[in-house]
């Protein structure tokens, strides 16, 4: 089985504001966490074929999740490889859309090639609270 997840999100902020709060590690590591997590470990290197691993420290253990950037197209789009242990260490792939509406922009996280129904559950849970975790942050940002 391979399957897709598709989660999106309305954000108060610009397209290229967005898209540089994906590839900045110092940025990554505030927002790409699950709620209640500490703030994340990042070590990135942001350009067409240039690896990342982002180290969860989630409150029930540390969780690694890796891969290659494939697609770099600022501020339209973003694609990259991921593995993890929720993907069974196999590579699946990230395509992430930033679409301007207004006085904010849409979000669309689109993970492919996932191999089960759990992944697909895990993966429509995890990427919805990270689009929220990213929007609270530059909320909060906005505001200091």
Known sequence: MTAAVTVSRRIAASAER????????????????????????VVADPRVGGSFAFTMNDPSGQFVHAGTYTV??????????????????ADSLVRVTFEPDGDATVVEV?????PDVEAVRKHTEGWTEILGSLARTLTEQEVA
């Open 18 to 41: 967005l898209f540089d709060a994906w590839l900045d590690p110092a940025s990554l590591a505030v927002w790409m966490r699950r709620d209640g997590s500490e703030p994340t470990d």
């Open 110 to 114: 689109r993970h492919e090639r996932l």
């Open 72 to 89: 770099i197209d600022r501020p339209r789009a973003l694609e990259f490889t991921w593995l993890s242990h929720a993907t069974h260490q």
